[in-house]
């Protein structure tokens, strides 16, 4: 299985990324490869310029600011993992990434590429909704920013157009002590994600909820956030009635059927790891006290 | 001579060049001048070729040529290939072409080829091939196409149905009509495929001059796939060499012979410039052959202490779009399913259907993992009606050591009484249930359960005739610097025979492991074989080395004997020589060798013919039977479905041992297979017989994390039926696998009411029964 | 389609190649230089038969070109062993082990366990048999290869720690 020919570009900054992304006809960026390649490989797609952008040193770095974490696009999966401020910052992000794939993906798949490649199923996407997160995109006409709530058009679909490149994530990170947690269900370890939930939880001195954040992702084109349960969960007691009820909730998120597994079976799983994340991120936070099924 | 390494865990001497990256896999082989063999392959499950138009693809950078059917060379224009394993049984022999001629069966079948300087340039041309077809119905369901008046799997057809064959014994003219107990059940063994590491591959090369024509397959079958050659491509044999280079995995599939390999010899020939093809890993799911999609519907009578009086089985197997084997597989498994059990009545009505659908054939247990899964689960509901436990209701129905040999009723297609020769299968039973702390296991899924575990065990019991013939040869000769050669016929892909035989060849001689030289898998080195698949080899090549090398001893004792002028019993080989005891006279093996090969002069010793070389060819009178017990344990979180394997427990009789850390390596790959065939590996069609997981991320293989430490426990219980007392030991891990874990996933959902008649078994299909069983209950 | 010249390291040695941009990184080690250890089992970046280092990352042959690796240093199963005579420790212990029967995925099971026993040289099984999910193994059912990773990183300590 090899591929179509190309002729392949090396930009060595942004400006001259777009410049070619914007101007050569059926171009496409290659970030990682770990899903372009393959596509490729099976002429599943074909293009007959490469703009490689592994080579362009603007383009990657995890810079921690006070409240957020801004990541270049072409950073990769392991330096993510392997940065200790991140870590310490974000933990539900280093737990979130083991589950990527596996050493040799990680070591050349970028978050960029997950982010514009926008599998329903990846979990950077899910920690962007998680966080807030908000996409920066260059083009030869500049640079526009855009939320995660209006990032994904459709299955696999960014709001992004012919020419234009994601060239960073911004992440809101939460400060003080919380508890989080991170759990997916794949077939066999570092297998897609049939379906994810990711959470944060802070709590106050009382022992309530004082914010939430939860997302399940793997259902549906965009990973979803339960404002609805957030809200609810405001200053109530993290015990099983509540949970309970958040996770009937993700239960009614709608669920997509592909050749493999059923929305059904996606919806079914919802709920369960819902419950499951929610339990973790208290009891990760230190409030096991409470009664909890 | 003694038994310095038969039995030893001898490390392997195929291991060094591998690690270092130094294997000579097919397409490592480099010849000048070679093109690459693109495929234009079927987009359709069934269709009329109206025209294949090349125009386009002709004149694109690299093409040398394009072949279409009417291109063929005059041998293979209009040609179908033989089938390698007729029976008489087979109504309607259908097997491939080299090109589909005019009606294509197969999504994936090769419509025409393109000969290119690379892949890629082969790939671009290919993708300019513009084929035009009118689809036909489709054969596409293995139910509905047994039917009459369902679509024809081929135009040619009168209906799908390949064979219908009944295979049965027993005195008992109405065994069920006053049973105790009947059980009956359904069940549906999902397709599956072979996915070796390494796709199929060959290379194939002629000589103009001298009409040699060498072909580098990576195949378990080098002497069957000349044998093909030979026959279609009308050849002259000595002309044609066929070898196996390095094999990276064949589990049955790479046994067949196939239109790529038959289409770059021809093609070589014809061109005068080498061909090569290299599978890759779409065209694997498309093209080699797989295994099942088999409906069993079973039915099991037996008194109100379990002893079985009757099984009843009726198969239907989907047998693809060919049968290059024949019906070997449901025959097997027809003859596989009463297992280690007495059963006074047995009847099995096979049905072999076509479907448009990629042919099945022998794929590791080869329809055996199909007769157990079908007959082990019988068992466990005939448990489960009595309020049995499972293993007692085994054990009371055991063929006992002492009845051994056993005839267990179906006579063979060769005429012959199935007999079982040895092995006992009430201890092998017992060793598994106290390694696996069966009594225990109550106790702790109780607890676990009340705790919120679901917990199961699953047992599962097989008989395994191995050895099959109908010979396989070796041939022994000193070396000119007194080290010995070992020819075989064996085609290894990773059992590691070159160590096998040369631990055989070096106890028989009687000499140093490192002075035995061992060439397989090449016809030039032997000129009639058959080739490593159903676990044969240990014993059929195995005992031809050991008889070769044993009579190879003998003849270099008699010409030193001469030579030395002394009595044989005092003579002692060591050190590549031959020392007479007691004086200073010593003979180089060497020295003896040309002494053999005649001078003039002297004369031959009587009853001696010329030469230091031997050849033996062992040609079984029957298989011989290994048997083994399985035990899993695993959790389910009902949550999900999701399956986890806590605890695989094997105990294994493959008869005498030659290297058990080879065997051990055998049985936990088997394992890992067979747990592929419980929890992973589905196939999936859609409607129309198009594949639809046609990738590694899509059709899932267990990984690490998905197969436990296999714990295994050993039995020997050697076989008379040839000098080593071997069996087979390649598939036994694979064969109960299915059985015993789908066994133990019922076992703990036992509390939902869940029975589990299908595998592989997904955790989704797992939420479904249990939803299925949890309505059932609201109803009832 | 323009072919380009790239120099890349491999086990040590330099190559200057010209190449066209689809040759992939598995090809261009197969075909241009001829060093078959490297295999090919898929094309889509799930067997890991194919896995080499590259700038001390284990990555996927056949998913990166040839024309990417332009100025980088490549290891390959090739450059293991100690030397003619002697193997690498992880080598050995796949021996000792029998950590291989075929062999076709052998190649890429010691790339990515180079890779993951150089950062983590103290694993548990569990850890190494997460870190195998790169790599598939039909034959062997990873057994000897998750003790064959064990022995290799007790010894490779062993070392470390100058005994």
Not at chain 2, 285 to 299: C, G, H, P, S, V
Not at chain 2, 496 to 503: D, E, R, Y
Not at chain 2, 534 to 559: C, Q, Y
Request: with cysteine; aromatic share 6%; hydrophobic share 40%.
């Amino acid at each position: 299985m090899r591929p179509g020919t190309f002729e392949y570009h090396r930009p060595g900054s942004v400006d001259e990324a777009v410049e070619m992304l914007g101007t050569l006809e059926n171009a496409r960026p290659l970030a990682g490869g770990q899903s372009l390649v393959p596509m490729m490989n099976f002429r599943y797609g074909q293009f007959d310029h490469l703009v490689d952008l592994n080579r362009i040193p603007d383009l990657s770095g995890v810079t921690l600011e006070p409240h957020t974490v801004r990541i270049g696009a072409m950073t990769r999966q392991v330096a993510m993992q392997e940065h200790s401020d991140l870590a310490t910052r974000m933990p539900v992000v280093i737990s979130a990434l083991s589950n990527i794939g596996h050493i040799a993906t990680r070591n050349r798949g970028t978050i960029g590429g997950s982010l514009s490649h926008l599998d329903p199923a990846a979990e950077l996407l899910a920690m962007t909704a998680l966080h807030d997160g908000v996409m920066t995109i260059h083009s030869r006409d500049g640079e526009r920013r855009v939320g995660i709530e209006d990032y994904v058009q459709g299955y696999m679909t960014p709001a992004m157009q012919e020419g234009e490149l994601l060239t960073a994530v911004e992440w809101s990170c939460w400060d003080g002590p919380h508890g989080w947690a991170f759990q997916e269900f794949a077939r066999r370890h570092g297998d897609f994600a049939i379906a994810g939930v990711a959470a944060l939880m802070g709590f106050d001195p009382a022992g309530r909820i004082s914010r939430v954040a939860l997302t399940v992702f793997g259902l549906g084109p965009a990973p979803v956030r339960l404002r609805a349960a957030e809200s609810m969960m405001k200053e109530e007691l993290p015990d099983a009635a509540l949970f309970d009820s958040v996770a009937e909730d993700a239960a009614m998120i709608e669920a997509m059927d592909d050749a493999l597994v059923t929305g059904k079976y996606r919806r079914r799983l919802a709920p369960v790891l819902t419950r499951r994340v929610l339990d973790q991120a208290a009891d990760q936070a230190g409030r096991a006290g409470h009664e909890r099924s | 001579m003694g038994a310095k390494y038969f039995g030893a865990r001898v490390e392997r001497r195929e291991d060094e060049p591998l690690l270092r990256g130094q294997g000579r896999f097919t397409d490592d082989i480099v010849l000048p001048d070679t093109l690459t063999a693109v495929f234009v392959r079927s987009e359709w499950a069934h269709a009329k070729i109206e025209s294949i138009d090349i125009d386009a693809a002709c004149n694109m950078p690299g093409v040398h040529s394009i072949w279409r059917p009417e291109d063929l060379p005059d041998c293979l224009r209009g040609r179908q290939t033989p089938i390698q394993v007729p029976n008489a049984a087979i109504r309607q022999p259908h097997n491939f072409s080299v090109l589909a001629m005019g009606e294509t069966t197969c999504v994936g079948e090769p419509l025409a080829v393109v000969l290119a300087d690379s892949r890629a340039l082969g790939e671009d041309a290919a993708q300019m091939v513009f084929v035009d077809a009118t689809p036909l119905s489709v054969a596409a369901d293995l139910a509905t196409s047994i039917e009459p008046g369902s679509p024809l799997m081929f135009s040619g057809l009168t209906d799908n149905i390949a064979a219908d064959v009944t295979l049965e014994y027993g005195d008992d003219t109405e065994p069920f009509a006053n049973a105790a107990v009947v059980v009956e059940e359904s069940f549906h063994q999902h397709r599956g495929c072979c996915q070796a590491m390494e796709g199929r591959a060959v290379l194939a090369q002629h000589d103009r001059d001298s009409d040699q024509l060498t072909v580098w397959s990576a195949s378990q079958t080098p002497h069957m796939v000349k044998n093909i050659l030979v026959e279609m491509l009308h050849h002259d044999d000595a002309m044609l060499r066929v070898i196996a280079p390095d094999v990276g995995g064949g589990f049955g599939p790479k046994g067949m012979v196939y239109p790529e390999e038959i289409l770059c010899a021809a093609l070589a020939r014809e061109i005068g410039r080498p061909v090569r093809w290299t599978e890759d890993r779409r065209e694997h799911f498309l093209a080699t052959t797989q295994e099942r999609d088999q409906i069993w519907t079973m039915r099991v009578a037996a008194d109100d202490n379990g002893r079985l009086i009757a099984v009843d089985g009726d198969l239907i197997h989907d047998t693809g779009n060919a049968a290059p084997w024949g019906i070997i597989l449901p025959y097997i498994a027809a003859t596989t399913v009463p297992g280690p059990y007495v059963i006074p009545n047995y009847r099995l009505r096979l049905r072999s259907v076509f479907t448009n659908k990629p042919p099945t054939t022998p794929l590791r247990g080869a329809g055996r993992p199909q007769a157990v899964f079908a007959m082990e689960r019988m068992m466990d509901r005939l448990a489960a009606r009595l309020n049995l436990d499972p293993a007692e209701v085994r054990r009371r129905n055991f063929v006992q050591p002492e009845q051994m040999p056993y005839a267990m009723g179906l006579i063979y297609r060769d005429g012959a009484p199935l007999t079982y020769d040895s092995g006992d299968y009430p201890e092998c039973q017992r060793l598994a249930l106290e390694k696996a702390g069966w009594t225990d296991f109550s106790a702790r899924q109780a607890e676990a359960l009340a705790s919120g575990r679901y917990i199961g065990i699953g047992l599962a019991n097989y008989v395994e005739g191995t050895g099959l013939g109908p010979y396989e040869g070796s041939k022994a000769r000193v070396m000119a610097d007194g080290r010995i050669e070992i020819a075989s016929g064996a085609a290894p892909q990773g059992q590691g025979h070159k160590t096998i035989l040369a631990q055989i060849a070096a106890d028989a001689f009687g000499a140093p492991m490192e002075d035995i030289e061992v060439k397989v898998a090449d016809t030039a080195a032997m000129t009639i074989g058959i080739g490593t698949f159903a676990s044969r080899i240990t014993v059929n090549a195995g005992s031809s080395t050991h008889n070769a090398a044993m009579a190879l001893r003998a003849k270099v004792l008699k010409f030193a004997s001469l030579v030395l002028e002394a009595p044989e019993e005092e003579l002692e080989i060591a050190d590549r020589a031959v020392k007479a005891h007691g004086t200073n006279r010593t003979v180089t093996l060497g020295e003896l060798r040309r002494f053999a090969n005649g001078m003039p002069g002297f004369t031959m010793p009587e009853g001696v013919e010329p030469g230091l070389e031997t050849a033996d060819w062992f040609s079984p009178r029957q298989a011989t039977y290994c048997n083994g017990s399985h035990i899993a344990e695993v959790e389910v979180d009902i949550a999900t479905g999701a399956v986890e394997i806590l605890r695989y427990i094997v105990a294994h009789d493959a008869g005498r041992l030659v290297n058990p850390m080879a065997v051990d390596g055998q049985i936990q790959g088997g394992v890992a297979h067979g747990i592929g065939n419980a929890l992973f590996e589905y196939m999936l069609y859609d409607d129309a017989a198009q594949p639809v997981t046609t990738t590694l991320a899509d059709y899932l293989l267990p990984m690490a994390p998905d197969v436990p430490d296999v714990e295994i426990v050993h039995m020997e219980t050697p076989t008379p039926l040839n000098p080593l007392g071997v069996k087979g030991a390649g598939e036994g891990g694979t064969i109960p696998a299915a059985a015993c874990i789908i066994a133990a996933i019922e076992n703990a959902l036992a509390p939902l009411g869940v029975s589990v008649s299908e595998c592989p078994i997904s955790p989704q299909r797992l939420v479904e029964l249990m939803d299925a069983a949890d309505s059932a209950k609201g109803a009832a | 389609m323009k072919e380009v010249e790239i120099t890349v390291s491999v086990n040590g040695g330099s190559h200057t190649e010209t190449v066209e941009p689809r040759l992939s990184l598995a090809e261009f080690l197969r075909r241009t230089l001829g060093q078959t250890g490297t295999h090919v089992g898929c094309e889509h970046g799930v067997c890991g038969a194919c896995t080499v280092v590259v700038d001390g990352r284990s990555i996927r042959s056949c998913l990166m070109f040839a024309i990417q690796t332009d100025g980088s240093e490549v290891t390959t199963v090739e450059g293991l062993a100690q030397s003619d005579a002697e193997l690498g420790p992880l080598q050995a212990a796949f021996r000792r082990c029998h950590g291989l029967q075929c062999g076709f995925c052998t190649p890429g099971m010691l790339m990515t366990l180079t890779d993951f026993l150089s950062r983590n040289p103290d694993p548990t099984r569990e850890e190494i048999r997460i870190a195998l999910t790169a790599n598939a193994c039909r034959c062997t059912g990873y057994k000897g290869i998750v003790d064959a990773a064990m022995e290799a990183a007790a010894e490779m300590r062993g070392k470390s720690d100058g005994r």
